[in-house]
């Protein structure tokens, strides 16, 4: 007898995919001398870890407006930052915006944060990793000596995102309506028949999924990096595809070869 789908189990938007971008990174500053009274007097830095949106014209870079968090937690519940075991409550969850957690500290290590979604999204929480830094890093040595002269603040951030394959109805309305669609562009993948033309209706013809050019620092960089990458990946490929045809033919030519004599001595 074949299995009854519950009649309560939330239905899908069938060939639709939306994305959400967001940034996760640190900002790390120099303590000044004397420390301020209650610091650790090993500690050299103050730090923050986050997960942000994508800045825009009233966002700075190390600072986000409130408005501007909210966009995130359209979508995001809570965020989980699981910090070096040396720190009293190593594992912090943060579950209004700012979804940050400020600190201080001598060295650097791997922050594990876990974004945790709406109920409406029906989704498992998504991990990433980000290395905190506290001193300069990259390009050149006077590109991070100029840094330690004009105070020595670090940042270390990264765009992604998150894409949320044929959400349920409900999750779908909460993507797609109200706060700033700037931060929340969607990628809509119309799907065919009835549900297609539901998507169709809902879109209004008002989201796209062309990459976000104005007040981003990332889309556009990012996509050329990743095609950069890409063609360097395709090179590679073919390189060794050339190389493992060339043993292929060499190994062909010993197998005749081998065959040959082993025919001559019958």
Request: contains cysteine.
């Amino acid at each position: 007898m074949a299995s009854r789908v519950p009649a309560n189990k939330p239905a899908r938007i069938k060939g639709v995919s939306i994305y959400r971008p967001f940034v996760y990174g640190s900002h790390a500053t120099p303590l000044p001398t004397p420390a301020p009274p209650g610091t650790p007097p090993d500690h050299t830095h103050r730090w923050t870890i986050y997960i942000r949106p994508l800045p825009s014209s009233n966002t700075t870079t190390n600072t986000s407006t409130v408005s501007s968090q909210q966009n995130l937690s359209h979508w995001l519940r809570k965020v989980q930052f699981k910090l070096h075991e040396t720190y009293s409550q190593s594992l912090r969850t943060v579950e209004t915006p700012p979804f940050e957690v400020t600190e201080t500290g001598w060295g650097e290590f791997e922050v594990a944060i876990k974004l945790f979604f709406v109920p409406e999204a029906g989704e498992k929480p998504l991990s990433v990793y980000h290395q905190l830094k506290l001193h300069p890093y990259g390009g050149t040595e006077e590109e991070r000596e100029k840094i330690k002269r004009d105070g020595g603040d670090v940042d270390s951030k990264c765009y992604e995102e998150v894409v949320f394959n044929e959400p349920v109805e409900v999750f779908y309305n909460v993507l797609t309506s109200g706060g700033d669609n700037r931060g929340n562009i969607g990628q809509v993948n119309k799907g065919k028949g009835k549900a297609g033309k539901a998507v169709a209706k809902l879109m209004g013809g008002e989201r796209t999924a062309e990459i976000p050019q104005e007040g981003s620092p990332y889309s556009l960089r990012m996509e050329g990096r990743e095609l950069d990458r890409l063609g360097v990946a395709a090179k590679t490929v073919d390189a060794i595809v050339v190389e493992e045809r060339k043993k292929l033919a060499e190994r062909e030519k010993l197998l005749a070869e081998l065959r040959k004599g082993a025919a001559e001595t019958k």
